[in-house]
């Protein structure tokens, strides 16, 4: 069956049956990836948590079946065609099969050329969060002062720019091995936030300024989320756990205060472009090769529809979707070192204590390797706009979107947006 569906796209020729007609596209290396194939190709099917069935095909091709078909542009094949002559750090698009009505089309099938790779981005960063945890855990740990993390990350960029002076302490992670791989993906994701700024003539690629409209929108749906949580929160602010009933608490307290903070985000209107951005962005769509990081998964999240896939955001939402991303690895390994270790062995707050060092750590690292990268880019603020302001947004959004997930489908890990929130809403607390 996969041999006939790639006979179909490299034959390109259309076939019809009641006014629907089967419609192949392909590019570049397809008829070269194609040719190489072994009789039969080796397929071998992807596993794991995946909205869609994917399969690799020998050491060519991967495809990708789209599970539930619609009739309009899907982002998948419509970025993977944008960047199809300049993927930068994506993997190229070389193929597709669509059903096309006449009056509308969709993707069935997606081509992709198959890029090896050591592991997602996910198991990397877990695995070196708990190697640091082995290394530094049973020592006590620094005192944390956190600060804004995007003008602490600004502040490290200007003193490692500085005449004569070595890279800011802020960057290292102590040592600095923890910390390359941060960097690398911080830089990967600026390139991609660049290539997909590149309009090209397409108007559905050109940057627009970011608008009140979508400043509001963003905020109703936090303000939402925020109601809809009220019963959880409360629920687990007088329960038996004193952490997470203090988190809870203090989230339950703060709602005041983040609904006044809200009124204000409206002022960043006009500061910055809303670009196509990756919409679902999260360790688990970068692949780790060769010492770079190659973005995949340009679907958008599933549970929306596809025109909202579509709309073009503020890059802060792909930001955020990475660093709340972080906090799901670190608290992750925290709760895997806690089983390995005998009880008693290590606190649990100076664990608690040291992987919060490290997602602080590993969030000034990406932010400072993104803003460089990225740097005059019309999609980030500039030196005296208050970008801080749209990062927590999407930062909270995004908390609030997990959190959501959480309390529905898994909860036992609704602690980690938690977490998260009672953290962003303290700082926004701070802030008004």
Not at 246 to 275: F, H, N, P, S, Y
Request: aromatic share 8%; net charge negative; glycine share 10%.
């Amino acid at each position: 069956l996969v041999r006939e569906v790639l006979d179909l796209i490299e034959n390109e020729r259309s076939q019809s049956a009641n006014g629907t007609r089967l419609a192949p596209w392909t590019h570049g290396t397809f008829d070269a990836l194609y040719e190489s194939l072994d009789t039969p190709p080796e397929v071998h099917r992807n596993t794991g948590e995946q909205s869609n069935t994917s399969v690799r095909v020998g050491q060519q091709f991967m495809l990708k079946a789209i599970r539930q078909f619609e009739p309009a542009p899907h982002p998948e094949t419509e970025v993977g065609r944008h960047l199809a002559d300049d993927p930068g750090p994506t993997a190229r698009l070389v193929g597709s099969l669509s059903l096309d009505s006449g009056d509308t089309a969709g993707p069935i099938i997606v081509a992709h050329e198959y890029t090896w790779s050591r592991q997602e981005g996910w198991d990397l960063v877990v695995s070196s969060c708990l190697r640091f945890l082995d290394e530094f855990g049973i020592d006590e740990p620094p005192v944390l002062a956190p600060r804004p993390p995007l003008d602490a990350a600004r502040d490290a960029l200007r003193a490692e720019i500085a005449p004569g002076a070595s890279t800011p302490p802020a960057l290292d992670l102590a040592p600095p091995k923890y910390g390359e791989h941060i960097a690398l993906l911080g830089k990967a994701t600026g390139e991609l936030h660049r290539v997909l700024a590149e309009g090209r003539g397409d108007p559905a690629f050109e940057p627009e300024p970011l608008a009140a409209r979508d400043l509001d929108a963003t905020a109703t749906r936090i303000r939402r989320r925020l109601r809809d949580a009220r019963g959880w929160l409360r629920g687990v602010a007088g329960g038996d756990d004193p952490r997470n009933a203090g988190m809870a608490q203090a989230i339950l307290d703060a709602e005041g205060r983040v609904g006044d903070w809200l009124r204000d985000v409206r002022a960043a209107a006009g500061t910055v472009d809303k670009i196509r951005i990756h919409g679902d962005y999260h360790l688990g769509q970068v692949l780790d090769v060769d010492g770079r990081f190659v973005i995949i998964d340009f679907g958008g999240e599933v549970g929306l529809p596809i025109e909202e896939r579509r709309k073009k955001a503020s890059v802060f939402a792909d930001v955020a979707g990475m660093l709340r991303s972080f906090s799901y690895a670190g608290l992750t390994a925290r709760a895997s070192r806690l089983l390995s270790l005998p009880e008693g062995e290590t606190p649990f707050e100076r664990l608690s204590t040291w992987v919060s060092w490290w997602e602080e750590r590993a969030t000034l690292t990406f932010l400072a390797a993104y803003l460089e990268e990225a740097s005059g880019a019309s999609f980030l603020p500039g030196p005296d706009d208050d970008g801080q302001r749209l990062l927590d947004l999407y930062l909270l959004d995004k908390a609030l979107h997990e959190l959501q997930y959480e309390m529905e489908y898994r909860p036992e890990w609704a602690f980690i947006p938690l977490e998260g929130l009672a953290a962003i809403t303290a700082r926004l607390g701070a802030s008004t």
